[in-house]
């Protein structure tokens, strides 16, 4: 109906995970090392790594790890599929850009919108 931008602020990424994280896994040290391995996926600097992996590849990579260490606790793996796996490609490309390009970036949609 509206042709809106919404950007999502990595905080309220995180607290989300923290709260499903809460909610869905009952081990705590587990927990801790999830939100963890989340937490530095979600901080990952591209360095062009010398096979010249993407940086698409190189989350899809540590999120296939991810899934595979923390099999067990299926039922945030399928809320974490369902919720965000589909946004990868969005947060992959903001990531890889500069802060000024963002900034820019953020600009341009600032003026579009209003």
């Known amino acids: 109906m509206f042709n809106i931008t919404i950007y999502l602020c990595l905080w309220h990424v995180r607290r989300c995970w923290l709260k499903h994280l809460i909610k869905k896994v009952k081990d705590w040290p587990k927990r801790a090392a999830m ?4 937490g530095s996926i979600m901080n990952l600097k591209h360095k062009q790594s010398f096979n010249g992996q993407s940086l698409h590849d190189e989350v899809w990579d540590l999120l296939q790890v991810f899934y595979s260490e923390f099999l067990d606790e299926y039922s945030f793996i399928n809320y ?3 919720a965000w796996q589909g946004k990868i490609g969005a947060y992959t490309l903001i990531i890889s850009l500069t802060q000024c ?4 970036m953020f600009y341009l ?6």
């Open 101 to 104: 390009q963002r900034c820019f």
């Open 109 to 114: 949609n600032l003026v579009i919108v209003l």
């Open 80 to 82: 974490f599929r369902d």
């Open 35 to 38: 939100f963890q391995a989340l």
